[in-house]
């Protein structure tokens, strides 16, 4: 049975940094791509980061380009995403999901076939 586990999250204070990760079983990640999505109170979720199976793409919105980075070790089944400089805005629960070999164009919550259970990130002094 697929499985995604998130770990990594907790409260920080805004301009410090978090390592996200998603440990995954149950399906070969070389043939899936990752996204990280995320989704706070009230709001729809939202994608902020994508690596294809070949770790030759990767996605970011303009709200977390230069800040987020994604990336991925098949040997461990785990994929990763380091989050520095964040803000209070980036306050949500961050999930990852499983999809085909290619990142979508738009991020779309649909493309993506096996989700996690989600780790609450707090942004706050």
């Known amino acids: 049975q697929p499985q995604l586990v998130e770990s990594g999250g907790g409260l920080v204070q805004p301009g410090g940094s978090l390592r996200l990760s998603c440990a995954t079983s149950?399906?070969?990640?070389?043939?899936?791509?990752i996204g990280w999505f995320r989704q706070a109170p009230g709001k729809e979720r939202e994608g902020v980061s994508c690596i294809s199976s070949s770790d030759t793409s990767t996605y970011y919105p303009d709200s977390v380009k230069g800040r987020f980075t994604i990336s991925r070790d098949n040997a461990k089944s785990t994929v990763y995403l380091q989050m520095n400089s964040l803000k209070p805005e980036d306050t949500a629960v961050y999930y990852c999901?499983?999809?085909?070999?290619?990142?979508?164009?738009?991020?779309?919550?649909?493309?993506?076939?096996?989700w996690g259970q989600g780790t609450q990130v707090t942004v706050s002094s």
């Open positions: 999901a499983a999809g085909p070999p290619s990142c979508p164009l738009v991020p779309a919550t649909e493309w993506y076939d096996y």
């Open positions: 149950g399906f070969t990640l070389d043939y899936y791509a």
